[in-house]
Structure formats: structure tokens, C-alpha cells
């Protein structure tokens, strides 16, 4: 079956632009996790939803980043006034529910001019 | 602090020489500890779930093994298509959250 899928794969921008980011999860999983992979660093944990909800925005790493999700299926990770410190690659994942094996997209992998 | 830690951070291996990629935790209530497999410029693909100490899980030549600190995953007569970087997570009983703590990985190159 289709896996989870992110656009666009690739987007360049000028700082101070706005970014938004697109997950599509795998259908019928309930959960959905943002992650950012930076060179040479682990992946960043950044938000999760459980349904349209997030119960957990502790990885946001600034007033900057905000998501949300709707339908209980799509969602969208914009960036406001983007800085060179955020590029990265921005990793999408879902699981059938919480705690569950999560399965990641792609990625968009996002650069800051 | 919750913490993950693999090693070595690169690994290079004649093909058919097996050996094994270390996973250590420091976590709180541990509820899962997963091991994925990432290629250069994809997403990271799933490889194992290990819930509890003493639980192993085979795939082909990869064999993941948990204990209460660590974690090994062991290639047994790797190919140079294990070429990858392994990355280990945990997650974690953290109340609201459902997030998975990662490794740095290890970067592994098999030649021939």
C-alpha cells in the first residue's frame, strides 16, 4: 500500500520567507510525528498529533514553526520568516496509534538562502 | 536526562565479515526501542520493534537483540547492499508525548 508521502521533496527559499510543508500520512493511521534531520545530527523530535490534536508541541524550536492537521489526516508544517539555521531535512512519520511502529516519508529536505 | 547513544559511528566491513552495531539507553520507562535503516538522501525505513529485555527479532542477515541498557543489531555475512547508516530510537513513558528519542547512528560501509 501507498507509504507516507511529503512535498515538495526539495524547496529552496530566501530567508526571511514563509514555508509551508505537506505529510500525507498512511491511510487509517491515527498518530503523526515532524522530525528534523540537520547534517550530522540525529533526528530532532518537533510535534506529534494524535488525531487533529497535538498533545505535544514541546520540539517546536520557536514561535516560528507551527503546525496542524486536519481531517485527521493531512498536515502541514509552516515556517515563518525563515532563517538559514533551518535548513534541514523536515521528516514526516505515522503510526496505526500512539506508541506504534512509526513509519516516515521521504522528507522535504529544506535550504535557507 | 534521557539519552541514546550508538556506536561505532562508522563501521566499514569486508563483505561477508559480520558484526555488530551497539545501541545503549539511559530512559525512564522504556516502551519500545526501535532499530531503522536510513540511505542517503530517504527517509529512515523500519527495521525492528523490541518492547521488553531478553526479545530478539530477525530479518534476513539482521538479527536485533535487547537488554535492559542496550541493544545490539547483529549483520551476520553482510553484502554491500547493508550499506547503510542504522539508527536506533526509543520511546519513552513521557505522559502526553509519543515521540521517539534517536541515535546519531552508525554509518556502515560493506566492499567487496
Known amino acids: 500500500g501507498a507509504g507516507v508521502s511529503q512535498s515538495p521533496s526539495n524547496k529552496v527559499t530566501e530567508k526571511g520567507k514563509d514555508v509551508e510543508l505537506r505529510c500525507d500520512p498512511i491511510?487509517?493511521?491515527?498518530?503523526l510525528y515532524w522530525y528534523r534531520q540537520s547534517l550530522g545530527q540525529g533526528l530532532e523530535f518537533l510535534i506529534y498529533f494524535q488525531g487533529n490534536s497535538a498533545p505535544d508541541k514541546s520540539g517546536l524550536p520557536s514561535d516560528r514553526f507551527s503546525a496542524e492537521r486536519t481531517g485527521g489526516s493531512v498536515s502541514t508544517l509552516t515556517i515563518q520568516r525563515t532563517q538559514q539555521e533551518d535548513s534541514a531535512v523536515y521528516l514526516c512519520?505515522?503510526?496505526?496509534?500512539?506508541?506504534?511502529?512509526?513509519?516516515f516519508g521521504p522528507g522535504t529536505r529544506l535550504t535557507v538562502l | 536526562e534521557d539519552q541514546v547513544t550508538q556506536s561505532p559511528e562508522a563501521l566499514r566491513l569486508q563483505e561477508g565479515e559480520s558484526s555488530s552495531l551497539n545501541c545503549s539507553y539511559t530512559?525512564?520507562?522504556?516502551?519500545?526501542l526501535f532499530w531503522y535503516r536510513q540511505d542517503p538522501g530517504k527517509g529512515p525505513e523500519f527495521l525492528f520493534t523490541l518492547y521488553s529485555a531478553g526479545e530478539e527479532k530477525e530479518k534476513e542477515r539482521l538479527k536485533a537483540t535487547l537488554t535492559k541498557k542496550e541493544s545490539f543489531l547483529h549483520i551476520t555475512a553482510p553484502k554491500p547492499e547493508d550499506s547503510a547508516t542504522y539508527l536506533c530510537?526509543?520511546?519513552?513513558?513521557?505522559?502526553?508525548?509519543?515521540?521517539?528519542?534517536f541515535g546519531t547512528g552508525t554509518r556502515l560501509q560493506v566492499t567487496l
Open positions: 530512559v525512564s520507562g522504556l516502551r519500545g
Open positions: 491511510s487509517g493511521h491515527t498518530a
Open positions: 512519520a505515522s503510526s496505526l496509534f500512539e506508541a506504534d511502529t512509526q513509519y
Open positions: 530510537a526509543v520511546n519513552m513513558h513521557t505522559g502526553t508525548a509519543s515521540k521517539l528519542t
